[in-house]
T-cell receptor, first 119, second 117 residues
């Protein structure tokens, strides 16, 4: 069965601190995708990144970076020099790779981590 | 790109009435749309998956007759909560994925907050 665990329920940091959000997943699929979404107080989920299971290169996008470690089934997300606007709930999600009509690639979400960045 | 809209954003209704929520992909054709429900401070719970032109596939425990889903076109899916009751009050979010953008990434609408009195 597929499962995503975000052990950190809530994190509070002061502005400009770096913060890492942990994500551990379980799957029997050999091909799958991992995602991070941000849900600000407005409620809309904002897509941040998608990672293929066969691509373990880390990625950096501005203040955001992601560390994918297949050996430990982890896909951690780091925000550097956090800002108040980063305050939100962050969800890690897993889906099996889309195979056409045989599956829908539905997402399995973690429980989310609430990040509060204080000024 | 990859914009998904939902309407209405907020609805309050009386117990026993039906409510329809629309989900539209504005700049791409959505081959698959998903409907989620989210309770306060909880994660998203998938309710159903719908492919254009075919019947929706409901997750275990979700009542098909209670939550009617129609995906009549490649840009529109609707969720109708029939005979709504206070326990149906929740945040409903749709997502879509399609051809123009990655077929493996779901893009989410802004959500609809339903309050049943």
């Amino acid at each position: 069965a597929q499962k995503v665990t975000q052990a950190q329920t809530e994190i509070s940091v002061v502005e400009k601190e770096d913060v890492t959000l942990d994500c551990v997943y379980e799957t029997r699929d050999t091909t799958y995708y991992l995602f991070w979404y941000k849900q600000p107080p407005s409620g809309e989920l904002v897509f941040l990144i998608r990672r293929n299971s066969f691509d373990e290169q880390n990625e950096i996008s501005g203040r955001y970076s992601w560390n994918f470690q297949k050996s430990t089934s982890s896909f951690n997300f780091t925000i550097t020099a956090s800002q108040v606007v980063d305050s939100a709930v962050y969800f890690c999600a897993l889906s099996e790779a889309f195979k056409g009509s045989s599956n829908t690639g539905k997402l399995i979400f973690g429980q989310g981590t609430t990040l509060q960045v204080k000024p | 790109g990859a914009v998904v809209s939902q309407h209405p954003s907020r609805v309050i209704c009386k117990s026993g009435t039906s409510v329809k929520i629309e989900c539209r992909s504005l700049d791409f054709q959505a081959t698959t749309m998903f409907w989620y429900r989210q309770f306060p401070k909880q994660s998203l719970m998938l309710m159903a998956t719908s492919n254009e032109g075919s019947k929706a596939t409901y997750e275990q425990g979700v009542e098909k007759d209670k939550f009617l889903i129609n995906h009549a076109s490649l840009t529109l899916s609707t969720l109708t909560v029939t005979s709504a009751h206070p326990e149906d009050s929740s945040f409903y979010i749709c997502s879509a994925k399609g051809r123009q953008y990655s077929t493996d990434t779901q893009y989410f609408g802004p959500g609809t907050r339903l309050t049943v009195l």
